[in-house]
C-alpha cells in the first residue's frame, strides 16, 4: 500500500525529498558561517591533544563557534597536563602555542625528539623553556667543532677523534658522539672541557677493535 502511494506521487516524493536535502545543506551553511573564529594549534610533543570545551583537537588550524572563557586543555601520555581559560572571539585568530613537561625526564625529554624540539623553539615563551633552550643549543653546538682530533699531549698519549654518531641505531639523543679510540673517559673528558663542553651531556660511544 505504501508502495503504492510511492508510485501514485512520485511528484510529491521528489518535492520533499529534494527540500530536505535543500534545508540540510542551508543550515550546514549557516553552521560553517557561524564557526567564524579561526584556531591555530602548535603544542609539543606533537601526540599531544588540545581540547577547547570538550572538543578534541591536534596540531593543526580549525574554524570553531565563538565563544567565551573556554576551557583549554592540553595532554599527552607521559606528561604533565596543562589546562586553562581563553577567549575566541569571533572573526579572529587565536593561536594556541604551548609545550608540556615529560612527567619522567622533565625538559630534558626534548633532547631525544628532534621534531618535537624544533616546535618547542617555535612556542617557547617562559623562562624555564627558553633557559633550556639556550642551554641545549649550547650543547648542540659541538657538531660545529667535530670530528674533533686530539693527538695525545696532555692525555697520556695517543690520538683522540671524536666523531658524529647522532645517526648510530643506538643513539636516543639528537646528538650522540663517537671516540675512535680505546683511550678512557678522563681522556675524552679533558679533550671535551677544553672545547668547553660537558662529557656528561652528551651519549658517548666507543670505537672498539671489534667495532662500536
Same mark, same amino acid.
Given at each position: 500500500m505504501v508502495k503504492d502511494y510511492l508510485l501514485a506521487h512520485k511528484k510529491l516524493v521528489a518535492w520533499v525529498a529534494i527540500s530536505v536535502i535543500v534545508i540540510i /545543506?542551508? !543550515? #550546514? +551553511?549557516?553552521?560553517?558561517i557561524l564557526r567564524?573564529?579561526? /584556531?591555530? !594549534? #602548535? +603544542?609539543t610533543p606533537r601526540e599531544a591533544t588540545?581540547?577547547?570545551?570538550?572538543?578534541?583537537?591536534?596540531?593543526?588550524?580549525y574554524r570553531i563557534f565563538p565563544t567565551e572563557r573556554a576551557t583549554v586543555t592540553i595532554k599527552a601520555p607521559g606528561f604533565e597536563e596543562k589546562s586553562f581559560e581563553l577567549d575566541f572571539p569571533a572573526n579572529t585568530t587565536v593561536a594556541i602555542q604551548d609545550y608540556l613537561v615529560n612527567l619522567e625526564e622533565g625538559m630534558s625529554y626534548y633532547e631525544s625528539?628532534?621534531?618535537?624540539?624544533?616546535?618547542l623553539k617555535l612556542v617557547a615563551k617562559d623562562e624555564t623553556a627558553l633557559d633550556f633552550i639556550a642551554d641545549f643549543e649550547q650543547k648542540l653546538s659541538i657538531k660545529d667543532y667535530l670530528p674533533l682530533v686530539h693527538y695525545g699531549e696532555g692525555i697520556g698519549g695517543g690520538a683522540i677523534e671524536i666523531t658524529d654518531a647522532?645517526?648510530?641505531?643506538?643513539?636516543?639523543?639528537?646528538?650522540?658522539?663517537?671516540?675512535?679510540s680505546n683511550i678512557g673517559e678522563d681522556a675524552v673528558k679533558q679533550v671535551l672541557r677544553d672545547k668547553g663542553f660537558n662529557y656528561d651531556d652528551y651519549l658517548v660511544f666507543y670505537q672498539t677493535y671489534n667495532g662500536v
Open positions: /545543506v542551508v !543550515i #550546514l +551553511v549557516i553552521l560553517d567564524s573564529t579561526t /584556531v591555530s !594549534i #602548535l +603544542v588540545v581540547s577547547i570545551n570538550g572538543d578534541n583537537y591536534t596540531n593543526g588550524t625528539d628532534a621534531e618535537d624540539y624544533a616546535i647522532s645517526d648510530a641505531e643506538n643513539c636516543n639523543r639528537i646528538v650522540c658522539l663517537q671516540v675512535s
